[in-house]
Nanobody, 124 residues
Framework: QVQLVESGGGLVQPGGSLTLSCAAS????????IVWFRQVPGKEREGVSC????????YYADSVKGRFTISRDKAKNTVSLQMNSLKAEDTTVYYC?????????????????WGKGTLVTVSS
C-alpha cells in the first residue's frame, strides 16, 4: 500500500530553520518524483519544491528559491525539505505528494498520493 507520511513541522522564529521529512512506504522513492506543496487558507495550493524521479533534478518555487533545499535519502526512503531563513509567510501546512509515474520528470500536477501534512508555524 502506497503511503506518504510527513514529519518535522513545528514552531520556529523568523529567520530560523526546520527540516521536513516525507517517508514513503509501498514504493521506492528514488524512481519517482516527489513534490512538496503548501496551502495557505484562502489561497491556491502552491508547489514549493520537487525532486525528479527521472534524473534527480530539483525545482523550487520563486518564493522559496535560495532558502529551501530538497533532497532524497535512498537508504531511508525519505525526501527532506531543508527550510532556512523562514518567514512568517511560510506558515502553513506542508504536504508531500507523488504522481507515482516511474522515471517521470517533475510536474506540479497529477498527484495521485498525498500525505496528511505537517504544520509549520513561523512566529516570534
Amino acid at each position: 500500500q502506497v503511503q506518504l507520511v510527513e514529519s518535522g513541522g513545528g514552531l520556529v522564529q523568523p529567520g530560523g530553520s526546520l527540516t521536513l521529512s516525507c517517508a514513503a512506504s509501498g514504493f521506492a522513492l528514488d524512481y519517482y518524483s516527489i513534490v512538496w506543496f503548501r496551502q495557505v487558507p484562502g489561497k491556491e495550493r502552491e508547489g514549493v519544491s520537487c525532486i525528479s524521479g527521472e534524473d534527480g533534478s530539483t525545482y523550487y518555487a520563486d518564493s522559496v528559491k535560495g532558502r529551501f533545499t530538497i533532497s532524497r535519502d535512498k537508504a531511508k526512503n525519505t525526501v527532506s525539505l531543508q527550510m532556512n531563513s523562514l518567514k512568517a509567510e511560510d506558515t502553513t501546512v506542508y504536504y508531500c505528494a507523488t504522481d507515482l509515474l516511474a522515471g517521470a520528470p517533475c510536474s506540479w500536477y497529477g498527484m495521485r498520493y498525498w500525505g496528511k501534512g505537517t504544520l509549520v508555524t513561523v512566529s516570534s
